[in-house]
């Protein structure tokens, strides 16, 4: 078989149309399958909430915060599905009157947004249903939305390449064998994975294609405001870490001290920048496809803002 990064471009989006129609999955009827959540499971694997790291918890601890993390994973990837969307409804419009195969790649990936962010809210509604109350996510997609959006299209399709490729990702991780792992949740990385694998060669399309059309000093401001996109997900990200620490401790049921807190809240965060940032920054596909269109220096300023994210 053809690997499909070789293939010219109009037969690329032609096969992201063909595995689209072939892969397409109901919420209902395929990720759900009228179970519910047990809290006797993990529901993100180690690899992902980074159990190891929270050292002072039990074993039982560390399952709640995979379920913690479990909520936020669906209510993270709500809000960058968000943005997501309204890019490609906006990118389409480049192909209105030309290639319709493009169009329709387009046109499915949106649709495909929009079923995917009425999962998450399913599964955090769900997750709600057997996890203690108090729990908060206060993050506005729409407002997020309206602010990357301010950004160049360049910026938001790296971002976005770098996001759909760590959904990829993530569902490696989620095929480890790990009898406590949730058997819904596995269905979400499962499902989840067969749409975004079109996302992510679809980004590529349209970020080389936007690319073809910049200038040199407009691909040099790209790159800062890439910069400032994946600083301004780590904000969202401390944020949440606190919340999601602070709402452990909470509803832990043992007293935790002050340094265990803040422990706590700082493994909540090397979690979160692994799964929402490092592990598609650090994908092999991203940095090949950003070392195509940037300079070294421009790949070096991006690499030196990631590392200030450790
Ligand atoms: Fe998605
Ligand atoms: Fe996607």
């Known amino acids: 078989m053809i690997a499909i990064d070789t293939l010219p471009e109009a037969q690329r989006y032609a096969r992201a149309v063909e595995s689209s129609k072939r892969v397409r999955w109901d919420i209902e009827k395929d990720v759900i399958r009228g179970r519910r959540f047990e809290t006797a499971h993990k529901f993100l694997p180690d690899g992902l909430s980074l159990a190891a790291e929270f050292t002072t918890l039990s074993p039982r601890e560390r399952r709640f915060v995979s379920q913690i993390q479990g909520r936020t994973y669906a209510n993270i990837f709500g809000l960058v599905e968000r943005f997501i969307n309204a890019k490609v409804l906006e990118l389409s419009h480049d192909h209105w009157f030309g290639d319709q195969v493009a169009l329709e790649a387009l046109v499915r990936f949106s649709d495909e947004e929009l079923k995917h962010q009425a999962l998450f809210r399913r599964i955090d509604a769900m997750i709600g249903d057997v996890l203690p109350s108090g729990y908060r996510f206060d993050v506005d997609a729409n407002a997020v939305a309206h602010a990357v959006l301010g950004k160049s299209t360049w910026a938001v399709l790296a971002l976005t390449l770098d996001i759909e490729l760590f959904t990829l990702l993530h569902y490696t991780q989620s095929i480890a064998p790990d009898a406590e792992l949730s058997e819904i949740f596995r269905d979400v990385f499962l499902y989840h994975w067969k749409e975004e694998s079109q996302h992510a060669i679809l980004d590529e399309l349209e970020l080389v294609r936007i690319d073809a059309e910049l200038t040199a000093d407009e691909r040099d401001r790209a790159v800062d405001e890439l910069i400032q996109l994946v600083a301004a997900v780590d904000g969202i990200l401390k944020a949440q870490a606190s919340a999601d620490a602070g709402y452990f401790v909470a509803t832990c049921g043992r007293p935790v001290n002050e340094a265990e807190a803040q422990a706590i809240d700082a493994s909540f965060l090397r979690a979160y920048r692994w ?36």
Do not use: E, N
Not at 279 to 295: D, W, Y
């Open 275 to 310: 799964q929402y940032i490092h592990s598609g920054a650090r994908h092999q596909r991203f940095g090949t496809v950003l070392s195509s269109l940037i300079t070294d220096r421009q790949l070096q300023r991006i690499q030196a803002a990631l590392v200030t994210l450790q």
